[in-house]
């Protein structure tokens, strides 16, 4: 499978210049800097190695992905004989430096620079095999180069280089002789054609039989081998997903109209279409997410029209996707995940924050389409799509390996749609009581489940009594707040697992926070209604939205309301998972909260 070559740098840039080896479509830009491109030629020029570089060995009437050339190189029609998996950054700064005949190399923060090497201190580094400092000097792309206000080096003009004795790495392979030959006309010396021929020797002719190593890649290897082997010798880089690669194989075909296929530019418009809907919780869904979806869902129909395919969404089974498969099922899944956004905003999850699972916006996506497709998109099973999706959050169900997750989760709430099997999540998982009520972190899915149930029971601000939930989602400035304020619980000497948890925390916003300072319920309530001329009754309705017990709070009873209020919330859940929460009068339960809470 793989095959160790060595190549002769200079038939090796040839190849590039070519068009011979080019990168894969999936390769990010070029992104190096001026440092590592100077320190990488000094390196060629000592003859110290520089790590090997991987190809991709390809089938010239059988491309699997499109292609580019490497940077600098005009485009060429020629189809690759290789492809560069690992060696971009190397390569394309080699060949910008040694081949590109009076052009600057462009590097990743928009500067262009000439590179040089100084020749006298190249030879000797070469003759005595030692480290001098600034072997390599690059200038910007008028040759020009300044400390301050003052030009510390010109090379603008031929005759400015043999002054310096500074050598054009672009004039090494390409036009040294010539340079030479003006070189020691400038100098007029005799001496001048000695130097001349000791740098040609030590360094020209050293570096012109330097050799770099390659590994080579069969050209059968299977794709999702290549997606791996690219993430395990990238690992400086973003890392490549699948989606990437996808995109490479689909752009090496074309459609019927003779245009490449522009997978990205397409779920690019999706997105758009998504963000123009005023869907801003699908801002969180990526294009490898749409792709996993997608895939789901062919297999998982494959699967049920007799053909011999495992419903799964894994790399292998998304590389194997075919175009048509693509065509026929982007417009399902599209719709797919604009209702299972309809459906979280339904619950109260307006916002991509408060998502408890992002992930499992896949297969929910997958199982819209598949009901929208049977006309099975109703009231019955949305009710069951409500009880899954909320026991597997309070489960924490997609915790770990979401990819196994995503298949038992489209067959089994799909049997249960179609044949009433109820699914294993839904049938034998345990909820404990103190597992929900502890949480305290946005970090915790269950923790954001449970604002998120705070925000459909239509909770408001304190002050402003403006809807939460709809703050949120048009990004106004939202903070999780004590309802008896940390410090109040401190002085009051509370126990610290009592009052910080979530039973103690509810959603308003970041002015009205400030404004309740750390002051206790009854001071704070009473402030609000004299601020703003709100009765009581009308303050108790806002409170009871956030499943606050007004009156527990005005008397600043703090270890009546935080038991009130745990009940309510586990209510809440049990209500949304159809689920008895176990554990209510554990001795954990009793030790935090003071009370059994059944």
């Known amino acids: ?103 600057p190399v462009k590097i990743s923060n928009d500067k262009e620079y000439f590179y040089y090497v100084d020749m006298k201190k190249a030879i000797a580094a070469v003759e005595n095999a030692s480290n001098e400092e600034d072997i390599i000097i690059s200038v910007p792309a008028n040759r020009k180069l300044k400390s301050g206000s003052k030009i510390k080096l010109d090379l603008s ?43 040609a020797e030590k360094v020209i002719d050293k570096v012109s039989s330097y050799e770099v190593i390659s590994v080579e890649l069969e050209k059968n290897t299977p794709l999702e081998l290549v997606c791996k082997i690219f993430e395990k010798v990238n ?127 896949i297969p929910m996506a997958a199982i819209f389409a598949k009901l929208n497709s049977i006309n099975k998109n109703n009231l019955a099973s949305l009710k069951k799509i409500r009880q899954w999706y909320w026991t597997s959050v309070f489960s924490e169900a997609y915790r770990d390996g979401h990819l196994n997750r995503f298949v038992k989760d489209i067959v089994q709430v799909m049997n249960w749609i179609n044949r009433d099997q109820v699914p294993e999540i839904v049938q034998d998982v345990q909820i404990t009581a103190w597992k929900l009520l502890k949480a305290k972190s946005i970090q915790s899915a269950i923790y954001r489940g449970i604002i998120s149930i705070i925000f459909q029971h239509g909770a408001k601000d304190f002050l402003v009594g ?56 009854s001071f704070y309530l009473e402030k609000i209604e004299e601020k703003i001329g709100l009765s009581s009754a009308e303050l108790n309705e806002i409170l009871e939205r956030h499943f606050i017990d007004a009156e527990l709070c005005r008397a600043d009873d703090f270890n009546a309301f935080v038991v009130d209020r745990a009940k309510k919330i586990l209510e809440a859940v049990e209500e949304r998972t159809g689920r008895k929460i176990s554990g209510r009068d554990s001795s954990e339960i009793k030790k935090v909260f003071g009370a059994s809470l059944q």
Not at 3 to 24: A, D, M, R
Not at 237 to 258: C, E, R, S
Not at 484 to 508: H, M, W
């Open 466 to 521: 403006r809807d939460i939930g709809t703050s949120a989602n048009f990004a106004e400035s939202i903070e999780i707040h004590h309802i008896f304020p940390k410090k109040y619980c401190e002085v009051q000497k509370l126990p610290k697992e009592r009052y910080d948890n979530v039973a103690n925390r509810t959603p308003i916003m970041k002015k009205t926070n400030k404004f309740l300072g750390d002051n206790p319920p």
């Open 1 to 103: 499978m793989l095959e160790v070559k060595k190549f002769n740098l200079v038939k090796l840039l040839e190849k590039i210049e070519c068009g011979e080896i080019q990168l894969p479509d999936f390769q990010r830009d070029w992104v190096w800097s001026d440092d590592r491109i100077k320190s990488l030629l000094e390196s060629v020029i000592c003859g110290f190695p520089i790590n090997s570089i991987l190809l991709l060995a390809c089938d010239s009437g059988n491309l699997k992905f499109s292609c580019r050339t490497v940077a600098g190189v005009d485009k060429i029609e020629t189809p690759p004989q290789c492809l560069i998996l690992d060696g971009q950054q190397r390569l394309t700064s080699l060949f910008g430096a040694f081949f590109l005949d009076n052009k």
């Open 157 to 199: 003009t031929s005759e400015k280089e043999f002054a310096a004795d500074m050598f054009p790495l672009n004039k090494f392979f390409k036009g040294n002789r010539q340079w030479f030959r003006a070189y020691e006309k400038f100098h007029n010396d005799n001496s001048a054609g000695d130097f001349t021929d000791i740098f």
């Open 235 to 361: 690992t400086g880089v973003v890392k490549l997903d699948v989606f990437d690669l996808l995109t490479a194989i689909f752009a090496a075909h074309k459609t019927p109209d003779g245009e490449s296929i522009g997978l990205r530019k397409e779920l690019d418009e999706i997105k758009k279409d998504f963000e123009d809907n005023s869907l801003k919780i699908l801002s969180a869904i990526e294009r490898a997410d749409f792709i996993t979806a997608l895939t789901l869902l062919v297999t998982y129909n494959k699967s049920r029209e007799g053909k011999k395919v495992s419903v799964s969404c894994k790399s292998e089974d998304i590389l194997k996707l075919g175009y048509q498969d693509y065509l026929d099922y982007k417009a399902a899944i599209k719709e797919g995940f604009i209702d299972a956004a309809k459906f979280l905003s339904e619950e109260g999850i307006t916002t991509k924050k408060y998502i408890p699972y992002k992930p499992q916006l």
